[in-house]
């Protein structure tokens, strides 16, 4: 297992350089200026703005600006963000628990709504349960989240005054208080996302199930008397959760770039509203730094998936 890992992780090095390169490249080969307003204020005299491109190495060739973030990266700089002022890291781990926060609550509500809903779907196929799940899984995931997160906010928030329709980080209560205001404000985000991923997920548990359910070893299972509710358990779930499983890896980073509509839509100050502002107004080292982290992000679930596949699968062999 620790070779598997290492050999993963010495290719994981050249794929995030190759990432790196071409995302800068793109970057700074985009038209746009972040020091463009300076030239045209006259309150702002030239060699001021020639001075902060001086600095930053605006002027450099590609290159060398590139060999300046990477060592800087290494040594844990990831740049000053033109905008705001301030490191890019500290920019990021500001955003950062607003994110985590609605994105990893409306994963685990899709799991916890996929799972059962698509394993019983699956166990008693063509039943008015079924057909129901197939129907609620159909509308959730063809409804686009904007959608759905503007009826939420008529319904919760215009019409009915139960729910608050922007997400505030700068809550005034303490205490309990401050943790049911956060639930409540959370609620709305978490049941787009979640509702959402877990419409899509539904019908692929249900199509993982009932392929695994036909085979001959589940009827021999059947055969020798073990209890349906263990069949199901132990036999189907554990090995139709192995593509399920890549499913999920490798849609999490497609949920951080989904969730930019959704923190939109609700004001959560999270990286995905970050992101958009950075790139209204090209501030570069921000939309590199996030960019990159999302490419990170692929590369890491990609290895958990890897990884629990030995654990669903004992015939799996890390070697």
């Given at each position: ?42 309150n702002v005299p030239p060699e001021v703005g020639a ?22 990266m290494l040594q844990g700089d990831w740049g000053f ?89 700068d809550l005034a209560a303490t205490g309990w208080r ?142």
């Open positions: 297992m620790s070779r598997y890992l290492l050999r993963r992780l010495l290719i994981v090095v050249p794929s995030l350089l190759g990432i790196s390169v071409v995302l800068f490249t793109v970057l700074a080969l985009a038209p746009g200026d972040p020091f463009g307003e300076l030239a045209t204020n006259p001075a902060l491109r001086a600095k930053f190495g605006l002027d450099d060739p590609v290159w060398l600006r590139y060999l300046h973030w990477l060592v800087a963000s033109f905008i705001s002022r301030v490191n890019v890291d500290t920019l990021i781990l500001q955003r950062l628990p607003a994110t985590l926060l609605v994105i990893g609550s409306s994963q685990i509500l899709a799991l916890l709504v996929a799972l059962p809903v698509g394993v019983l779907a699956a166990t008693r196929p063509y039943s008015v349960f079924d057909q129901v799940a197939n129907t609620f899984a159909f509308i959730g995931f063809s409804l686009p989240t904007f959608f759905t997160g503007i009826l939420f906010i008529l319904v919760f928030s215009i019409y009915l005054d139960w729910l608050p329709f922007v997400f505030r980080a401050w943790y049911w205001e956060m639930f409540r404000q959370s609620i709305m985000p978490v049941a787009v996302l979640g509702l959402f991923q877990g419409a899509s997920w539904t019908r692929y548990v249900r199509s993982a199930v009932l392929d695994v359910i036909r085979l001959d070893y589940v009827t021999t299972a059947r055969a020798k008397g073990i209890a349906e509710r263990a069949v199901i358990t132990r036999h189907v779930v554990r090995n139709a959760l192995i593509p399920v499983v890549t499913l999920v890896a490798l849609s999490m980073p497609a949920v951080f770039g989904g969730a930019i509509i959704t923190e939109q839509i609700f004001r959560v100050p999270g990286i995905g509203s970050l992101l958009i502002t950075s790139i209204l107004a090209n501030d570069t080292p921000v939309i590199m730094a996030v960019t990159f982290v999302f490419a990170c992000l692929v590369i890491l679930f990609n290895l958990v998936a890897d990884i629990l596949y030995g654990w669903l699968d004992p015939r799996i062999s890390y070697r």
